[in-house]
């Protein structure tokens, strides 16, 4: 499996079962996931959560094979890649499920700061671009 992730939660990322894990900094980590690939095709698969990330993402996929992209900007099918662009919806009960894995270990979160309920704009801000994870308390 080949991941993306900033410099501070590589580590985190290799942790989950990536085998390669690229700085999404660097443009040219597309180039690096075909070339990663065992016929240097690209991927048969991706998933994108980075809001202006499924473009990028595109080019790391091989001709013929699929992108989901949960931020709501996907970009024209090309080259036979099948673009999904996937809907959240609210689940409490998987909300749950999630927390308890956090709780016990099996997952884990880089905190880069916590913000009062009040400054959840910035606490966003800070999500979108890669500045880390922000715990907002009341």
């Known amino acids: 499996m080949v991941a993306t992730a900033g410099p501070r939660s590589a580590a985190r990322v290799g ?18 996931v075909r070339e990663a690939s065992p016929d240097r095709r690209g991927v048969g698969s991706a998933v994108n959560a980075t809001r ?13 094979g699929r992108l989901a992209t949960i ?5 024209p ?8 662009d996937v809907y959240v919806r609210a689940d409490g ?24 309920l009040s400054d959840a704009a ?7 671009s890669g500045r880390g994870g922000t715990v907002l308390v009341l």
Request: glycine share 10%; no cysteine; net charge negative.
């Open 15 to 32: 942790g989950y079962g990536a085998h390669i894990v690229l700085d999404y900094h660097d443009p040219e980590w597309p180039s690096h």
């Open 77 to 84: 099918p090309e080259r036979e890649v099948t673009v999904t």
């Open 93 to 116: 009960a998987e909300l749950a499920r999630l927390a308890t894995a956090l709780s016990v270990g099996l997952l884990s979160i880089d905190v880069a700061a916590t913000r009062p």
């Open 122 to 128: 910035a606490a966003l801000e800070d999500a979108v």
């Open 71 to 75: 931020t709501g900007d996907p970009p």
């Open 52 to 64: 202006g990330g499924a473009a990028p993402a595109l080019l790391a996929v091989a001709d013929g």
